[in-house]
C-alpha cells in the first residue's frame, strides 16, 4: 500500500470493495455518470463464474469480491462519505470515493502480460 493510502482506515474487505466499485466505475457498460458533478451510478455488478470474474480487462478472485453483496459493506463506505447505497440495485461512488486511493487495485485487479 502506498503511504498516502487508505487515509479513513477502511477494514481490507471494504477497501477491496470500493477498489472493485471504483474499477466498475470506469467501464461504460457498468456506470453512469452522476447524479452529482464527478460522481458515478453502478448498476451493473459482475456474475462470477468459477472462482473469477471478469472486471473489464482484469480477472478478479471471486474471495476478493465478497463485500459486492455485503449490505454491511456498503453501509460502511455510506457512513464514510464514499458512497451512496441502494441496496442491492445501485451504488453512487461520490467524488470521494471515486479519487480515494485505495493503494490495492495492482494486488486485486488481475491484467495479463500480453
Known amino acids: ?4 493510502a487508505n487515509p479513513l482506515k477502511l477494514n481490507p474487505l471494504q477497501l477491496r470493495t470500493l477498489t472493485l ?3 466498475l466505475g470506469r467501464i461504460p457498460q457498468a456506470m453512469e455518470a452522476g447524479p452529482g458533478e464527478g460522481e458515478v451510478t453502478i448498476r451493473r455488478f459482475p456474475a462470477a463464474h468459477g472462482d473469477h470474474f471478469h472486471l473489464g480487462d482484469a480477472v478478479v478472485r471471486g474471495a476478493d469480491a465478497t463485500g459486492l453483496t455485503n449490505q454491511a459493506v456498503w453501509k460502511a463506505l455510506e457512513h464514510k462519505g464514499l458512497a451512496r447505497c441502494d441496496v442491492p440495485n445501485a451504488v453512487v461512488l461520490t467524488t470521494e470515493g471515486v479519487v480515494y486511493e485505495t493503494g490495492i487495485a495492482h494486488e486485486i485487479l488481475h491484467r495479463s502480460s500480453h
Open 1 to 4: 500500500m502506498t503511504q498516502n
Open 21 to 23: 466499485l471504483q474499477a
